[in-house]
């Protein structure tokens, strides 16, 4: 079945970086489109950014762009998302997810891992 496992999250101060990984198994990961969606306390599910299957292209959510970027190795069946100039409102717990069809936002919820926590505070 498929399995995604997140890693990498943590505490860090504002302005700061982190490196988000996800594993992937149990499906043929280099066919599928794939996601980085977080979710604050109290708030639903928002998308954060997409990747072809072969990279080809890349997509962001507006609050994110110039900050973030997601890249894939197929070869790892891994995924991540580099996160620079780290801000409070990025605090979440960020999940990866394998999307549904040819869109790198329709991710698929049923697919998600334990997720990672991200916390920007000083």
């Known amino acids: 079945q498929v399995q995604l496992v997140e890693s990498g999250g943590g505490l860090v101060q504002p302005g700061g970086s982190l490196r988000l990984s996800c594993a992937a198994s149990g499906f043929t990961f280099s066919k599928f489109y794939m996601s980085w969606v977080r979710q604050a306390p109290g708030k639903g599910p928002e998308w954060v950014s997409g990747?072809?299957?072969?990279?080809?292209?890349?997509r962001y959510t507006e609050s994110v762009k110039g900050r973030f970027t997601i890249s894939r190795d197929n070869a790892k069946n891994a995924v991540y998302l580099q996160m620079n100039s780290l801000k409070p409102e990025d605090t979440a717990l960020y999940y990866c997810?394998?999307?549904?069809?040819?869109?790198?936002?329709?991710?698929?919820?049923?697919?998600w891992g334990q997720g990672t926590q991200v916390t920007v505070s000083a």
């Open positions: 997810s394998r999307n549904r069809g040819s869109s790198a936002s329709d991710y698929e919820k049923a697919s």
């Open positions: 990747i072809a299957p072969g990279s080809i292209y890349t």
